[in-house]
T-cell receptor, first 114, second 115 residues
Framework: AQSVTQPDIHITVSEGASLELRCNYS??????LFWYVQSPGQGLQLLLK??????LVQGIKGFEAEFKRSQSSFNLRKPSVHWSDAAEYFC????????????FGQGTTLQVKP | DAGVIQSPRHEVTEMGQEVTLRCKPI?????LFWYRQTMMRGLELLIY????????DSGMPEDRFSAKMPNASFSTLKIQPSEPRDSAVYFC?????????????FGPGTRLTVL
């Protein structure tokens, strides 16, 4: 069965520092992987996705993620965090049964210190 | 496009009452998803439709929950009777198709409080 683990529930970084949010997945075939961001009181917005090709994918707002099959990971990175990046981040995996069904991780809350 | 529209944004009701949540997907999108978000369980898929037909309702918690999609531009999620443990944020999302690479666009959610 598909599953997603985000090991870090809460992360605090200083503005301008680099960021890496971890995501590990369990899936038998090549997964479809997504990162979504949720600002307080808002719905989820797609940051980036991977389903084939280059394993380093670029997304919106300066985010990128790297798919590493050997580690079953899809970590999200940003070289310099802005205060507006404070939000909750969700990793998700899809692809089972060729449906649009997604399995989400528990989320990581990012706090940005001034 | 206005995006996915959900109503109401907030709902406070008493235990035992019927609650109906509404969703208007993005025009042209063929797949619609209902999620529930709680602190304890995170984001869970309740049910999803493709071309107005329910495809997978395995996430619907129990018979008190029902969902319909009478046409391509409208869906409802109904809870009858409601219980305090149903308190959560309910999201509706839509995508172009059921193909797994399609992005899901989320609505702003309905925050439900059952007293």
């Amino acid at each position: 069965a598909q599953s997603v683990t985000q090991p870090d529930i809460h992360i605090t970084v200083s503005e301008g520092a680099s960021l890496e949010l971890r995501c590990n997945y369990s899936y038998g075939a090549t997964p479809y992987l997504f990162w979504y961001v949720q600002s307080p009181g808002q719905g989820l917005q797609l940051l980036l996705k991977y389903f084939s090709g280059d394993t380093l994918v670029q997304g919106i707002k300066g985010f990128e993620a790297e798919f590493k099959r050997s580690q079953s990971s899809f970590n999200l990175r940003k070289p310099s965090v802005h205060w507006s990046d404070a939000a909750e981040y969700f990793c998700a995996v899809g692809g089972s049964g060729n449906t649009g069904k997604l399995i989400f991780g528990q989320g990581t809350t990012l706090q940005v210190k001034p | 496009d206005a995006g996915v529209i959900q109503s109401p944004r907030h709902e406070v009701t008493e235990m035992g009452q019927e609650v109906t949540l509404r969703c208007k997907p993005i025009s042209g999108h063929n797949s619609l998803f209902w999620y529930r978000q709680t602190m304890m369980r995170g984001l869970e898929l309740l049910i999803y439709f493709n071309n107005n037909v329910p495809i997978d309702d395995s996430g619907m918690p129990e018979d008190r929950f029902s969902a319909k999609m009478p046409n391509a531009s409208f869906s409802t999620l109904k809870i009858q009777p409601s219980e305090p443990r149903d308190s959560a944020v309910y999201f509706c999302a839509s995508s172009l198709s059921r193909r797994p690479h399609n992005e899901q666009f989320f609505g702003p959610g309905t925050r439900l409080t059952v007293l």
